[in-house]
C-alpha cells in the first residue's frame, strides 16, 4: 500500500505561482497642478504621505525580521505539527478520491458482484472451483511440521485427537450399563389390547395423533412386503384397480347385451302375436303389454313402444 | 452418571495427525466395505443440524459418483426435499408403494443436476403410514434398494428427532451411524442417549459430526471444543462442522451447502466429512482455535491503510 499512498500523496502538485501578465503597479506621480492653490494643496498632500511612510518605515523597523522571528521561534513541536497538519490532510484527501472513484464505479458489474446484487457465477467471471481434494486445496493448507492448518485465510492450531480405543470401550460400557434397551418391533396404537403372541417388551404403544397411527390399512403385511420388493410391471392396487373396473364394465355390458337381448326378445314375440291374433280380444293385449325393466320393476310396454301403436291404445281407451 | 468429567478421563499420548496427508494429492476417496452401506443420520435433539448434514453428505456422495439414496424418515415433518431442492417432485412416497400404488423405483426421486442422489420420502405431511408394520418400512426398502439392478453405493436415512416410532424405524436397516451433536450440554446429553440406544440396536460403528462450532467462542472459552464433546461421548469424530451464515442461505435456496461456488467453510467441512465416511476414516487432529497472526512492521504508509 506504501506506494499507493506515496501515488496518492504525489498527486497533489504543488502549482506554481504564474507569472503575472499585467503591468506591475507602481505608485502614481503626484501630479503637480498648474493653480496656486493646487500647489499649496499638493506639498500638503505629499507631506501627509510622506508622514505615513514614515509611520510604515517606524512600524517595519520596530517589528523584528520574519525570517528571523521564525528562526527564534521555530522548534521540533512546530515541524511534528506541521507534518501531522499535512499528513492529516492527505489522509482526508485521500478518502475523498476513493469516495468519488467509487461513486464513479457504482452500477458496474464489479459492484453489483460486491454488493451481492449479481451472482458472479451466473456472469461466467467467477474463478470456477479449482480444487477436487477438500484437505489440500487453495482454501486449506495445512502444515503437519507445525501442526496449523490456513483455512480461509485464517490460521488455527491443529491439536490431535486424545481419544483412545480403551476410552472409547469404557464409554460403550457406560452406556449399556445405563441405556438397556430392546428396540420394538410391534407398533400398537394406545388403547389397543395386547395380541396374545407377542412380548410386551417389543411393543411401541403409538398415540392417536402419531403419523404412524392410520386407523386400519387396506393391504397385509404380505402384500406390502411384495409391493416394495416388486421390480417391474404394474404396481398391485393399481393392477388390482384396474381389474376390478374391467370386470365391473365387462359385467355391466354383458347385463346390457343381456337386457337388450331379453327386449328385442320380448318384441319379436309380441309382434309374432300380434300378427297371428289380430282378430283377437284386447283383453289379451292388455296383458301382453306388461314387462319387466332391468330393475325387475313392471312397465307398460304402451309408454315405451313407437306412436305407431294407437290401434293398440285406441282399443284400451275404448274399453 | 452420563458424563465423566474431563479432567478425571486419563490423557493419552494422541495419534499422529495424519490424516491430511493420505487425503493429500487424491481426486476422490476410497470406498471401504460393502454396498450398499446403510447409514442413520440422528441426533435425538432437534434442530441440531441432522437434515443439513444429511443432504450435504448425500449431495457430496453423488458429487464423488456414489450413487446415494437420502430417505426421509421423517413421517410428520419431512424437510430433506426442501434442503434437495425437490419439494415440487416428490408426489410418490414409500406410503404408496406400501400399498402398491407405484413402484419402489418410481418413488424414488431423482435430482436434476446430481444424477447419482435419488430421494425417497417416508410418507406426505398429513397422511399417515399404516401401523402394522411402520416399522418393517425401511428395513424392506433398504433390502429391496440393495437387490435392485443398480443398487446404490449409500442409503443414508435422515432420522427424525426423538427416540419415538419415528426413531425405531429409521434405524432399524442401519448399519453405521452419524451422530450429528450441537457443542452443548442439551444437545450431548441427548447424543449420548441415542448412541446408547444405537448400541444396544446391535450398531457399533457410530461417529460423530460436531456441528455449528465457533472457533471464537471455543478460544474464549465459552463454548466446548470438539474434543471436549468426543471425551465426553467418547466416539470418533467423523467432522467439525463451523457456524455458517451460508447454510440458512443455501437451505432457503435448496442447493446443499458442499456445491456453493465458491466455497463456503461449512461446506468444505461436510465435503471433509463425507470423505472420511466412505473410507471409514475418522479426524486425528481438529482445529482448536483460531491463531494469532504475526503482526506486520507497521511502515510509513500504514496509516494510509497500506
Known amino acids: ?53 514614515g509611520d510604515l518605515r517606524a512600524v517595519v523597523a520596530s517589528v523584528p525580521p520574519a525570517v528571523a522571528a521564525i528562526k527564534k521561534n521555530i522548534g521540533l513541536n512546530f515541524i511534528a505539527g506541521f507534518c501531522l497538519g499535512i499528513t492529516l490532510l492527505a489522509a482526508v484527501a485521500r478518502q475523498v478520491i476513493i469516495r468519488i472513484h467509487e461513486r464513479d ?23 470456477p472451483r479449482v480444487y477436487d481434494d477438500p484437505f489440500n486445496n487453495p482454501l486449506v493448507k495445512i502444515d503437519e511440521d507445525t501442526s496449523t492448518a490456513q483455512v480461509f485465510g485464517k490460521e488455527y492450531r491443529l491439536a490431535p485427537i486424545r481419544l483412545t480405543k480403551e476410552q472409547q470401550a469404557m464409554h460403550q460400557k457406560r452406556r449399556s450399563r445405563t441405556y438397556q434397551w430392546k428396540r420394538p418391533t410391534v407398533f400398537l396404537k394406545e ?129 | 452418571m452420563a458424563f465423566a468429567p474431563r479432567l478425571l478421563l486419563p490423557s493419552r499420548c494422541p495419534p499422529p495427525a495424519s490424516s491430511p496427508a493420505r487425503h493429500g494429492g487424491r481426486t476422490a476417496p476410497e470406498l471401504s466395505g460393502p454396498t450398499p452401506r446403510v447409514v442413520v443420520v440422528t441426533s435425538g435433539k432437534g434442530g441440531v443440524g441432522k437434515t443439513t448434514t444429511t443432504a450435504n453428505l448425500a449431495a457430496s456422495l453423488a ?15 419431512r424437510n430433506l426435499d426442501l434442503l434437495l431442492g425437490l419439494e415440487n417432485r416428490v408426489h410418490l412416497t414409500a406410503a404408496d408403494v406400501l400399498a402398491g400404488d407405484c413402484r419402489l423405483d418410481q418413488a424414488l426421486v431423482r435430482h436434476r443436476a446430481l444424477h447419482d442422489l435419488q430421494l425417497l420420502c417416508l410418507s406426505k405431511p398429513r397422511s399417515k403410514l399404516p401401523l402394522a408394520f411402520g416399522s418393517k418400512t425401511l428395513t424392506w426398502v433398504a433390502d429391496a434398494l440393495r437387490r435392485a439392478a443398480n443398487p446404490p453405493a449409500f442409503i443414508l436415512i435422515d432420522c427424525p428427532a426423538g427416540v419415538d416410532a419415528g426413531f425405531v424405524t429409521a434405524i432399524a436397516p442401519a448399519e453405521e451411524a452419524v451422530l450429528v451433536t450441537t457443542p452443548d450440554i442439551t444437545a450431548l446429553r441427548d447424543a449420548d442417549r441415542v448412541a446408547g440406544l444405537l448400541e444396544c440396536d446391535g450398531i457399533k460403528d457410530i461417529k460423530i459430526i460436531v456441528n455449528r462450532v465457533r472457533p471464537d467462542l471455543v478460544k474464549g472459552e465459552d463454548m466446548m471444543s470438539a474434543l471436549d464433546v468426543q471425551e465426553m461421548l467418547g466416539l470418533p469424530l467423523l467432522g467439525v462442522v463451523p457456524e455458517d451464515a451460508e447454510v440458512i442461505r443455501s437451505t432457503n435456496r435448496g442447493v446443499p451447502l458442499v456445491l456453493n461456488d465458491p466455497p463456503t467453510p461449512a461446506g468444505l467441512a461436510l465435503e471433509q466429512a463425507t470423505w472420511r465416511l466412505v473410507e471409514r476414516d475418522a479426524m486425528t487432529a481438529v482445529m482448536v482455535e483460531e491463531q494469532e497472526r504475526p503482526k506486520k512492521k507497521a511502515g510509513f504508509f500504514s496509516f494510509f491503510g497500506g
Open chain 1, 105 to 127: 464505479n457504482k452500477g458496474s458489474v464489479a459492484d453489483l458482484i460486491r454488493r451481492g446484487q449479481l451472482k458472479s457465477g451466473q456472469r461466467g467471471i467467477a474463478k
Open chain 1, 1 to 53: 500500500m506504501a506506494p499507493a499512498s506515496v501515488a496518492v500523496s504525489l498527486s497533489f502538485r504543488v502549482v506554481p505561482p504564474r507569472p503575472c501578465r499585467r503591468r506591475a503597479r507602481w505608485p502614481r506621480p503626484i501630479r503637480a497642478s498648474s493653480d496656486g492653490s493646487g500647489v499649496a494643496n499638493g506639498d500638503r498632500k505629499v507631506g501627509a504621505l510622506e508622514g505615513r511612510v
Open chain 2, 63 to 77: 458429487r464423488l459418483s456414489l450413487s446415494a439414496v437420502a430417505v426421509d424418515a421423517d413421517a410428520g415433518l
Open chain 1, 191 to 319: 388403547g389397543d389390547s395386547l395380541p396374545p403372541d407377542v412380548d410386551p417388551d417389543t411393543v411401541r404403544w403409538i398415540p392417536v395423533n402419531h403419523p404412524f397411527a392410520a386407523a386400519s390399512t387396506e393391504v397385509d403385511e404380505e402384500t406390502a412386503k411384495q409391493n416394495v420388493y416388486q421390480k417391474d410391471g404394474v404396481p398391485s392396487r393399481v393392477k388390482a384397480e384396474h381389474e376390478a373396473l374391467q370386470t365391473r364394465l365387462e359385467a355391466s355390458n354383458n347385463v346390457n347385451k343381456f337386457s337388450s337381448s331379453q327386449r328385442n326378445m320380448q318384441l319379436s314375440d309380441r309382434q309374432l302375436r300380434l300378427s297371428s291374433n289380430e282378430s283377437s280380444g284386447s283383453r289379451q293385449n292388455s296383458l301382453s303389454g306388461t314387462v319387466k325393466n332391468q330393475n325387475g320393476q313392471p312397465t307398460l310396454e304402451s309408454e315405451k313402444r313407437s306412436p305407431d301403436n294407437n290401434s293398440q291404445s285406441k282399443s284400451l281407451e275404448e274399453q
